[in-house]
């Protein structure tokens, strides 16, 4: 409720069967999903049953629901895998682009009232505040090495631990088991000259030690690139990560070819002519067996269907077989029609009315 979400609250004070008969009742209740609105939506009658299934399949894989929390970060920027407790982000953007988070609006309003002025009013940020004033101790880790196994703990000003922060009230304290898995954002160097250095420059900030404010990660005189291939003998964590990443793309481009590929021969699949090819390749048990039979029991039954169709059709009298062609090339060409149907008893109302029904099912 504090977050507005639809929460449904119900008071139960029996201590016996009556709790798990609400939550197996509630959890089991019948609610339409927008994934029968997405199968009305695909179905038509002139593919075949498996040409069907494969469009719902596709349709379900590419669109997914999301949540008003999810939506929100996406639409304010916030990456999905910084907010994850094993995950810990990296912004190594240059200074200018990074984006902070704000102080508490409690701090924020005491700063205004007390010193307008200053420029204090973001939390702490590792790569901006915290690495660069990292203790001593830590002279020699990489900014890559501090994230994923330090944490930081507010402490007083008059502290002399000996991992406290210069200039910050925070010491930091070294995990005893696992360490974060460090995230930062994803750059592709051989999309342009442009985004080369800036894959080197992250490359550098994350791994070059030691360096406290960002001229130190660039020999001067020389591009990120230029440095980034100098220092890769000597930065062996740095060439392992980079060696790896060059695996994982090639790995996923490699995986991206074969479903583009798989995608490519499923829109030149003629459903029509061979519908059974929706299970090419997969190996026979009881669910494919089940969707074979299906798929001849539907063919069966829409060809009795036609046939029914056509001797109902046969039986009827001139003014109802013009009443139902009227009806049927209405509905062809996607055309209103109005009529009045009327007539006393026994007249044929009624049959022609069932024949057009089941036609339009």
Request: with cysteine.
């Amino acid at each position: 409720m504090a977050n507005q979400a639809n929460v449904d609250i119900q008071y139960i004070a029996h201590l016996g069967f009556r709790l798990p008969y609400y939550i197996t009742e509630y959890v089991t209740k019948h609610k339409r999903s927008e994934q029968d609105e997405m199968w009305q939506d695909i179905f038509t009658s002139t593919k075949s049953l498996a040409s069907n299934a494969l469009s719902f399949m596709l349709r379900s894989v590419k669109n997914r629901q999301v949540g008003a929390l999810k939506a929100a970060d996406r639409l304010l920027g916030h990456k999905l895998f910084s907010k994850s407790r094993q995950f810990r982000f990296a912004d190594l953007q240059k200074p200018d682009k990074v984006k902070r988070v704000l102080k508490p609006v409690q701090k924020l309003q005491h700063i205004v009232e007390n010193n307008p002025d200053t420029e204090d009013m973001y939390t702490v940020h590792w790569v901006l505040d915290v690495y660069p004033n990292r203790p001593d101790k830590l002279e020699n880790s990489s900014l890559c090495e501090v994230m994923s196994w330090y944490e930081k703990e507010k402490t007083t000003k008059s502290s002399n631990h000996e991992m406290e922060l210069k200039g910050l009230p925070f010491i930091l304290r070294r995990r005893k088991y696992q360490p974060y898995i460090i995230t930062h954002p994803v750059i592709n160097p051989h999309s342009s000259p442009e985004n080369q250095e800036l894959y080197c420059y992250n490359m550098l900030k994350l791994f070059h030690v030691p360096w406290r404010c960002v001229e130190d990660i660039c020999d001067i005189g020389r591009t990120y690139h230029e440095t980034f291939v100098l220092l890769m003998d000597q930065l062996t964590e740095m060439a392992a990560y980079r060696d790896s990443n060059v695996r994982i793309s090639a790995e996923e481009e490699a995986l991206e070819a074969a479903i583009k590929q798989k995608a490519d021969d499923n829109q030149s699949w003629d459903a029509e002519d061979a519908p059974e090819a929706a299970f090419k390749g997969c190996v026979t048990d009881n669910l494919t067996s089940a969707m074979a039979e299906l798929l001849t029991n539907s063919k069966q039954t829409a060809q009795h269907c036609q046939n029914k169709l056509q001797d109902d059709y046969e039986t009827l009298n001139t003014d109802q077989k013009r009443i139902v062609n009227q009806v049927t090339d209405a509905v062809s060409n996607n055309t209103t029609i109005h009529l009045i149907d009327s007539g006393q008893g026994s007249t044929g109302k009624t049959c022609y009315r069932r024949y057009q029904q089941a036609n339009n099912d």
